[in-house]
């Protein structure tokens, strides 16, 4: 039985040599495998639709013993030109659909999951964002998936963590500590800017972060507090252009 599915392309391969795989998330069932036969020679079935990132509509089935997935055509949406022309927006979209297609999630999370990556790929089309952006999206996409730390209060006494002080970020309890709970800082430190920043991307989608300014030190900040929490939670380190499971 076939069903139609909109979907963003992840990346595809030959196994033979005209058909094609193909790797996509799906706004309804997450990241999937299907086979295109004959998908590298047919324009009219599959014109267009089958390069990393594009966004397209598929008819999906199943062969007669329902053991693999099969497109039986596909219609594209859209193929984000601009992004495909630049080389540094590739590299800004490679590491953001790396990090989709490396992750566990339930389809509960696909439509968001989906919809986030089709928004960061439309701002990457559009704008020029720095070399930040994708751990934006990566930070956006483990609070998605239910890592949701409160920045804004000690997760120990609940005092509110305003002004310019330094506190410290929990990497294993995901929570922030005021200097009276953890004086000595034992947890990794962060200021209050970096504090607020991450709040402010659990609060924003894609379409904000383009012209983000953020400081050196908060960005570095940033970085290693979501880079150990995301190997931590996730089980995820980003290594040798790839992610690796830990």
């Known amino acids: 039985m076939e069903c139609t599915d909109k979907a963003l392309i992840l ?6 040599e005209y058909d094609v795989w193909v790797r996509y998330i799906s706004a309804s069932r997450g990241v999937q495998t299907a086979f295109a036969f ?12 089958l390069e990393p990132f594009s966004h ?8 007669k013993t329902g053991s693999y997935q099969v497109l039986s055509e596909g219609s594209l ?29 339930d389809n509960d999370s696909a439509r968001r999951i989906f919809e ?3 928004q960061t790929l439309t701002v990457i089309d559009a704008e020029d964002p720095d070399d930040f952006f994708p751990l934006l999206f990566r930070t956006k996409v483990a609070f998605e998936q239910g890592f949701k730390p409160d920045f804004t209060i000690c997760g120990r ?29 034992k947890g990794f430190a962060v200021s209050s800017f970096t504090l607020r920043t991450l709040s402010w991307i659990q609060d924003t989608d894609p379409d ?14 940033c970085f290693k507090v979501m880079d150990r929490f995301m190997a931590y939670h996730l089980g995820l380190v980003w290594e040798e252009a790839g992610y690796r499971r830990v």
């Open 11 to 16: 990346r595809t391969g030959k196994f033979r």
């Open 77 to 105: 949406i859209k193929s984000f030109n601009s992004l495909r022309s630049n080389h540094r927006k590739i590299g800004l979209a490679a590491n953001c659909v790396k990090f989709v297609d490396s992750i566990n999630f």
């Open 208 to 221: 904000h972060w383009a012209h983000l300014h953020i400081p050196s030190e908060v960005r570095s900040e």
């Open 56 to 63: 397209v509509v598929f008819k999906v089935g199943a062969n």
């Open 116 to 118: 986030l990556l089709l």
């Open 157 to 185: 006494c609940g005092k509110p963590l305003f002004g310019n002080h330094n506190y410290s970020f929990d990497i294993e309890k995901g929570v922030a500590l005021c200097v009276e709970c953890d004086p000595a800082l």
């Open 38 to 49: 004959g998908g590298s020679r047919s324009r009219k079935r599959f014109g267009g639709c």
